[in-house]
């Protein structure tokens, strides 16, 4: 069984940051070797994926926050990082980590990020 617990989710002003973390712990080998991802769903809207960073710290993002957020991870605490700058109205939403190695797919429950002045 593996867990994903994120957190750094919270209300913040138009303009403002925050930093979300998402921690695997349970049985996965290191996150050196999966495939990790940002997911978001808005109020209203479907899930969209925000960012990827690959297996070769290879990262993507989509067109809506490039430029302002960063995916990175530290593999030494199985961490996944979505540092997220310049934050705007449209950024409020859920934020989901979810990682796949090996074939397995696996999601945390979600921290909500709300911007609002």
């Known amino acids: 069984q593996v867990q994903l617990v994120e957190s750094g989710g919270g209300l913040v002003q138009p303009g403002g940051s925050l930093r979300l973390s998402c921690a695997a712990s349970?049985?996965?080998?290191?996150?050196?070797?999966?495939?990790c991802y940002w997911y978001r769903q808005g109020p209203g809207k479907q899930r969209e994926l925000v960012a990827t960073i690959g297996r070769l710290g290879n990262t993507d993002y989509a067109d809506s926050v490039k430029g302002r957020f960063a995916i990175s991870r530290d593999s030494a605490k199985n961490t996944v990082y979505l540092e997220m700058n310049s934050l705007k109205f449209e950024d409020t939403a859920v934020y989901y980590c979810n990682i796949q190695i090996f074939g397995n797919n696996y999601w945390g429950e979600g921290t909500q990020v709300t911007v609002s002045s």
């Open positions: 349970g049985s996965i080998l290191s996150i050196s070797v999966a495939t």
